[in-house]
């Protein structure tokens, strides 16, 4: 009977201890799934973080500026310029070449284009796009005309940064298209967004943004050129099928094209698209809130967080996948900088021989056309955010095609004033007209002089 005794009462007192140790390790309170909706039109995060507040926390995470363990990434505004003079005489006579900014999460979204010198009293609204859920209603009422009006002629409208509403249906949390460009390009492509899958929409809401795209120029609307496919040579195809150019090269004067940052395209070339990976896979990756799971709306490189972003697939260590992100992006980079090179000094002898009455003119037009097509291969790896990550294979191919065309140019232009090539001369040869898509939609005054 003691024995009973004693065992109830030792049995009693290790269930408090349970119940005590549970209570101490579990002081987050876990949070509750909720049914409750967005209000109908409403765009502003905060409201819609009232409803979801852990992600809206995650959300907001991102006004954090820091490189974290990223390399070539992060979000600290550090200027591309300074850190590679070179670009600077590469975008001569364009916007770039004055102000040149790493870019920051979507928090910062508005702040940054409109604290950019890149912007100006004439710039259009095509530069509002992807900066702000209150573009797509503003685009439903206004129609095409929206993307030519002044930009600051809609500044009071545009109110919020990129948020909830760009990425999700407010009814039913589903992950939704809002991009007009994007629709556009989907349609163009015979691709219906219904029939994707929600892995696939964890790829298609980054498509919205993170894309190559190129202002019509009849109407400056944000357009992307997937008419031929999604590689950087489809891009190219439109462009030069069009007779598309961003700006004249100040240097130079060869009509230049401006990639944007065609993230998607370049990781829809590698291996992870090739695998089902989605972009939130890996820059937004389940994590543990209390009792929840849920995606991190911290969006950020997978390199801050390897155990959630990688490990999940690969069992390497964190130092191991760690390694082999940096060492291929390395190796990126240095194709990158041997590219710059080769691009300034294609510039400098196309300028050269420009000032010669007696440049032939066959060898200045294959000259100007050669640096404008290395320029874009070396302006498609640098502007896209994951040097080379992406598609390391496709990045390669892209840049040493760059640098072969690179000096190609040079030599066409050195050739171009001596005495071996014949023909009629003609030092202007290659130049277009107009001042370029790209200088019209930020507006005259805010280029730089050319």
Request: charged fraction near 20%.
């Amino acid at each position: 009977m003691k024995k009973l005794w004693q065992s109830s009462l030792l049995l009693g007192l290790m269930l408090i201890m349970i119940a005590v140790l549970a209570l101490g390790c579990n002081q987050q309170t876990p949070t509750p799934s909720t049914t409750a909706a967005i209000p109908e039109g409403e765009l502003d995060p905060a409201v819609w973080g009232k409803v979801y507040p852990d992600q809206y926390a995650s959300y907001l995470k991102q006004k954090e500026q820091t490189k974290g363990d990223s390399k070539y990434g992060g979000s600290v505004p550090e200027s591309h310029l300074k850190e590679s003079p070179a670009q600077i005489k590469l975008f001569a006579g364009y916007p770039f070449s004055e102000d040149y900014n790493e870019e920051r999460g979507h928090v910062w979204a508005l702040e940054d284009v409109t604290g950019t010198q890149r912007v100006g009293a004439k710039t259009i609204s095509s530069c509002w796009n992807c900066k702000s859920p209150n573009v797509k209603p503003l685009v439903d009422t206004m129609g095409d005309a929206f993307w030519s009006t002044p930009f600051l002629d809609l500044k009071d409208q545009i109110k919020h940064p990129v948020s909830c509403a760009n990425c999700h249906d407010p009814k039913t949390m589903a992950l939704t298209i809002t991009s007009v460009p994007l629709l556009d390009a989907l349609k163009t492509r015979g691709m219906d967004p219904a029939n994707f899958s929600r892995q696939e929409m964890r790829t298609m809401v980054c498509a919205q943004c993170h894309v190559e795209y190129y202002f019509k120029p009849e109407n400056k609307k944000v357009t992307f050129p997937w008419n031929y496919g999604l590689k950087m040579d489809d891009a190219e195809k439109l462009y030069n099928e069009i007779n598309f150019k961003d700006w004249d090269h100040k240097e130079s004067q060869s009509p230049m094209l401006k990639a944007q940052h065609p993230d998607y395209e370049l990781f829809s070339t590698g291996v992870h698209a090739a695998n089902g990976v989605a972009c939130a896979d890996c820059h937004m990756p389940y994590v543990k809130q209390g009792q929840t799971k849920m995606s991190s709306h911290h969006l950020q490189s997978p390199l801050n967080h390897i155990s959630q972003s990688c490990q999940t697939c690969h069992k390497q260590s964190e130092e191991y996948l760690k390694n082999q992100v940096i060492g291929t992006q390395d190796t990126v980079f240095k194709a990158k900088v041997s590219l710059e090179t080769a691009l300034s000094d294609a510039i400098n002898a196309i300028t050269t021989a420009a000032k010669n009455p007696a440049a032939k003119a066959d060898m200045m037009n294959e000259s100007r056309n050669l640096h404008r097509q290395a320029q874009w291969r070396w302006d498609y790896i640098s502007a896209e955010n994951s040097m080379g990550w992406h598609s390391p294979k496709e990045a390669l191919r892209i840049l040493s095609e760059g640098l072969d065309l690179a000096r190609q140019a040079q030599l066409k232009a050195n050739l171009g004033v001596g005495s071996a090539v014949g023909g009629a001369t003609g030092p202007d040869a290659g130049k277009t007209p107009g001042a370029g898509t790209a200088v019209d939609a930020a507006g005259q005054g805010t280029a730089p002089k050319q």
